[in-house]
């Protein structure tokens, strides 16, 4: 008597996917945390308190000026309307496309950071000197520390344009990355605050930038791509804050972790220029990331 064979349930899979990369991110920012209160304070120690504050390294203070201008959100808006223009006059309508989405996209995360803003109430980081804070409902100014406005709306355009033009997704993303970092250099966030943006923002392109029936199918994407990003951060943060072995041996550790993270992000640039952004069961998409998390280990 013959067995019937059982297929795989496409359902389960997808559930089990999203589970997973909520718990990566869950855990990610809970790994994370540990880092803020130190980075703070070592913001705190190069900056003077003149009529405002001012980072004493230059290159702080420009990344801290440069990507505050950059992270603002009436800049953003006014990029947004500049690519509706350009479309406008070369009658391109995958640029129309890009800039209505990238609106979208804004407005979900502007509505998303500032209803988390207040509902979470986080002290900014000039309000904190210990790890503790307690989480409530808040309306006052200084209490909306998580998630960063900034960095949540940078992460949202630059999602919808790294799937609109895969060949600039690596710039795209570069740029809202230094307006995350810039947000901390400058004092008004701690790190997760930063990170969490960032995972808002880039659930929010994901959304904006595909038909609305697909909704389920975008959020999926976006707590995937989100979890990588995560991941990848605490990795980066762990590995830079351990003493690296001596002699050899550690030279040889950090010397094919760099080969194969360099080698899964070249891996995955060409997948990103053939216009896959989201084909992660293809070979190419699957070896990348195992590439660079096989490195950042």
């Not at 804004?106 to 790890?131: C, D, E, M, Q």
């Not at 690296?244 to 972790?257: C, T």
């Not at 998409?285 to 590439?291: C, E, F, P, T, V």
Request: with cysteine; net charge positive; glycine share 10%.
């Amino acid at each position: 008597m013959s067995v019937p064979s059982q297929s795989p349930n496409p359902t389960a899979a997808v559930f089990g996917q999203v589970v997973c990369s909520c718990l990566a991110v869950g855990i990610s920012l809970f790994g994370l945390a540990r880092f803020d209160l130190p980075i703070t304070k070592y913001v705190r120690s190069v900056t003077v308190h003149l009529p405002w504050d001012q980072l004493t390294v230059p290159w702080m203070a420009l990344t801290s000026n440069l990507g505050d201008w950059i992270g603002q959100g009436w800049h953003l808006a006014l990029f947004s309307l500049f690519l509706l223009a350009i479309a406008w006059v070369l009658e391109k309508p995958n640029i129309t496309a890009a800039a209505v989405q990238t609106l979208i996209a804004h407005g979900i995360a502007a509505l998303l950071a500032n209803v988390l803003k207040h509902l979470i109430g986080r002290p900014r980081p000039k309000f904190v000197h210990s790890g503790d804070w307690q989480a409530g409902v808040s309306w006052v100014s200084g209490l909306d520390s998580f998630p960063s406005g900034h960095s949540t709306a940078s992460f949202a355009i630059a999602t919808v344009l790294a799937k609109r033009f895969p060949a600039a997704s690596p710039l795209c993303l570069a740029i809202a990355l230094f307006v995350g970092i810039s947000r901390v250099l400058r004092g008004s966030h701690f790190l997760t605050d930063v990170i969490g943006g960032a995972i808002i923002g880039i659930l929010s392109g994901s959304v904006a930038a595909a038909p609305l029936r697909q909704w389920r199918t975008s959020l999926r994407d976006g707590i995937h791509y989100a979890a990588i990003a995560a991941t990848s951060v605490l990795g980066g943060l762990w590995t830079l804050s351990h003493r690296m072995e001596d002699g050899m041996i550690g030279v040889v550790l950090l010397s094919v972790g760099i080969i194969a993270i360099a080698a899964g992000i070249w891996n995955r640039k060409n997948h990103w220029l053939r216009g896959n952004w989201s084909d992660q069961a293809s070979s190419p998409g699957r070896g990348s990331i195992l590439l660079m998390a096989f490195g950042a280990a």
